[in-house]
């Protein structure tokens, strides 16, 4: 197994992975009792040194129950008949929770006023509206 170019500065070491087949339920016809199809890849994130400590809380918090306590992110790839597709839409899913822990924070918002215009306009559409419904009312004769 080769390893994973996850961004610039962060790259994961092959011996931090371990893959795993095991047998998948779902298609494969006669088949699917006689092939380990599905695909367990394990990501131990103690093996990786270079991980900052901001992108593996986010980890974390992206994984959810698939991370161990112990810090190993386990993800089951079993929706293709082979070993080889299945390998590699885990790998792919591997890589894309990696990316997007990787992703730096969005910039804080400020928050701004509304403008005397932009207030104006909104209590003008307010009268437009009103005065729509208005001519909708019940026409009384006193």
Request: aromatic share 0%; net charge positive.
């Amino acid at each position: 197994m080769e390893p994973l170019q996850v961004s610039r500065r962060l790259t994961i070491p092959a011996d931090a992975m371990e893959e795993s087949f095991i047998a998948a339920s779902g298609p494969g016809g006669q088949n699917v009792n006689k092939v380990a199809t599905a695909v367990q890849l394990r990501l131990d994130t103690a093996r990786v040194p270079e991980m900052p400590e901001r992108v593996l809380a986010r980890l974390r918090e992206l994984a959810g129950r698939r991370m161990t306590e112990d810090g190993v992110l386990i993800l089951t790839s079993r929706e293709h008949r082979t070993q080889d597709r299945n390998r590699e839409a885990a790998r792919a899913r591997l890589l894309a929770l990696l990316q997007e822990a990787a992703a730096p924070p969005p910039p804080v918002r400020r928050p701004t006023r509304p403008t005397r215009a932009s207030k104006e306009r909104r209590l003008t559409a307010k009268g437009v509206r009103s005065g729509v419904k208005q001519g909708r009312a019940r026409v009384r004769d006193d």
